[in-house]
Every structure is written in structure tokens, then in C-alpha cells.
């Protein structure tokens, strides 16, 4: 049952201030709703988690493992829940949410993993829609022969700007001249 912390502990080390009230579960979006629920389940290690207006909550058994998941935008919930473990890495990297123990947080979700299987693995409608996404990018020979036409056309147009700059830097071309553009098929003389 996830409770608020009141006195000095361990997940008060890690950045729980003894005043702050629990978190307030009817203004919250519903998808944070649900993954505090999904929190709930918690079997091992003790996760502080802090709310974006300064309260928190903790869950889990009160014992070790420690961490804390300090949540800057609720947003992240609704990603978590629709793709997992990606939408977890990239509110991450978005700044949605910190931690002052990565390892330690991952270390404590890994060691909960069957209890919050639907955080980790995102909806089934979230999954599909990466499966259908990696399909669609498999190598294949369309995909391969386009690539190459893509990558062959950057060629050109990097050696284009290339020359330019070298050009203008040896003072052969004004440099309000703009980069040489090539018709399609068109390739630059070498």
C-alpha cells in the first residue's frame, strides 16, 4: 500500500522531504492514475516517487532496495503506458523525468518486472504499432534501393558544397553564390 513518508529514512536520503502530502490521485491525469496503480503491485525494494507540484509517495515492501523517480511532467506516464520501456528512455532523455540513482532505479523495476509487465511492455496496441513500424523497415530490396538513390543524391550534394566552400575560401567564387544544385540524375563534374 503506498504511503506517505513522514519520518527519516532511506527514501528520504534519496530526496523525500517529511513534509510533502501524498500525491493527489483524483487531479491527475488518468494514465499517471494507472501507473501509480501498476506501482502498487511493488513485491521488492521500496521506489519514492515525487510529483511535479513537490509531493510524493512511496511504494512498495519499505525495505532495500532504495530509489526515487522524480517525475517533471505527467506526460510520461502516457507514453510509459503506451510503449513501455521506450517511452520510459525517451521521457528520460526528453527531461520528463530523473532519478539520482539510474542504475539503482532500473535495478529495482528489473527486480519488479512480472508486477509491472504492463509498464514495461507498454499497451498491445502501443507493441503492434512498433512491430508494424519495424516491419516496414526491414532491409529489403525497394528499401535498399532507395536508400541507396537517397544516399548517392546526399553524395552529390555534399561534394557540391564541399567545392563551393573550398572555392570561396581560395576566393574563387563569391560566397553569396548559393550551393550548386543539381537536376535529378544530374551528376557534378569531378
Known sequence: MPTTMKTANPATALGASSAAAQIPHASLPKAATRLLGLLTRLKIGTLTLHAPDGNFQVFGTHEAPFAALHIHRWSVCAEVLKSGDIGFAEGYMAGDWDTPDLAGLLRLLIANRTQIEGAIYGHWLGRLVYRVKHLLNRNNRSNSRFLRVVAG?????????????????????????????LAHGQHSAG
Not at 555534399?158 to 550551393?179: I, W, Y
Open 153 to 181: 543524391r546526399h553524395d552529390e550534394l555534399l561534394v557540391g558544397l564541399v567545392r563551393r566552400r573550398q572555392n570561396a575560401a581560395h576566393g574563387r567564387c563569391p560566397k553569396s553564390q548559393g550551393a550548386p544544385r
